[in-house]
């Protein structure tokens, strides 16, 4: 990648690093499904125009149920486990199971559309599945937490089925919406989370009004991490390619680490370190970014 590239490349991993310390903001203030939903409604009204400007309201009315699926498995229900995992376990713990989405997106792709990984592969699925098993080991009790009220495993299993279902919609929209302009994907798929959100966000819509952080941390988690980094992000596929994008992936756990050290005092202890090195070891085989020789060719 030219210089141009990388430094976006680096600057989409920190804008999604900060998306944990945002959602953390917020969520104490506004609650989980409403910070979910005012965020993808941020970022439907940032995208919208957009998408309006280069005249592609068309394709995305044409296909506006799939993208209401994809909109459900990418934003909607991730964003709102994030969101209720981030009451009750660190920004960095939740950043480095986000980490795992390509390697559910390996699996996913493997049982759904049939594509077989190598030995290799197999390999790196094995890793980082008992990497999450490790580092999660200790937040094992369902015990409620005595200053959030959620236990701990809740948390944790709330992260594990967000980045099962960003691996469910991978395969979804490959198989549903092949071919689509990327900008129609992004927009469609925030305009339908803000529909699958609605209801359930307004019943339990805080009763009394969250403070300012709370809106500026919400109003930046929809504008920079969702919309700012949705463009960045299809840049980099378009002009770098989908596989050199996706190694985005390890930079977010690096950025939320920083940031929940500096700016919320969190601990970042050894295991989780340690553990986080042996889940990218695992993803980057799993997805064939990296590729053992004397496995990759094995079946």
């Known amino acids: ?56 309201g068309g394709i995305l009315l044409k296909h ?18 994030f969101s209720f995992a981030l009451l009750a376990i660190t920004t960095g713990l ?28 197999i390999l ?53 919406l092949g071919g689509l302009p990327s900008m129609v994907t992004a927009t469609g798929s925030q305009l339908g989370a803000v529909c699958g959100l609605a209801l359930p966000a307004l019943w339990l819509w805080p009763a009394s009004n969250p403070g300012s952080t709370a809106w500026l941390a919400i109003v930046a988690l929809g504008v920079l991490c969702t919309g700012v980094a949705y463009i960045l992000y299809f840049r980099l596929i378009e002009q770098a390619g989908p596989a050199r994008a996706l190694t985005v992936t390890f930079l977010i756990p690096v950025f939320a680490l ?8 969190e601990a970042i202890t050894p295991l989780m370190l340690g553990c986080g ?10 997805t064939g970014l990296v590729r053992l020789g004397w496995l990759s060719s094995a079946r």
Do not use: Q
Request: charged content about 10%.
């Open 124 to 176: 790196g699925l094995v890793i980082g599945f008992a990497g999450i098993v490790a580092l999660t080991s200790g937040k094992a009790s369902f015990k409620p937490d005595a200053v959030s009220g959620i236990a701990p495993a809740w948390a944790v299993l709330a992260c594990l089925l967000a980045t099962l279902c960003y691996g469910i919609a991978a395969s979804f929209t490959k198989r549903h």
């Open 258 to 265: 920083i940031y929940g050290a500096l700016l919320l005092g």
């Open 64 to 81: 506006w149920k799939a993208l209401f699926i994809v909109g459900l498995l990418n934003s909607a229900i991730p964003f709102a486990c």
């Open 1 to 56: 990648m030219n210089p141009a590239l990388v430094f976006e490349f680096v600057l989409l991993g920190a804008i999604w690093g900060a998306s944990f310390l945002f959602m953390r903001l917020s969520v104490v203030d506004f609650g989980a499904l409403p910070t979910a939903f005012v965020r993808v409604s941020v970022a439907a009204a940032f995208l919208l125009p957009i998408l309006l400007w280069k005249r592609e």
């Open 94 to 121: 939740s950043a480095i199971l986000n980490a795992t989405v390509p390697l559910f997106g390996a699996l996913v792709a493997w049982l759904w559309l049939k594509d077989r990984p190598n030995a290799s592969r």
């Open 277 to 286: 090195v042996v889940i990218l070891c695992g993803t980057a085989l799993s």
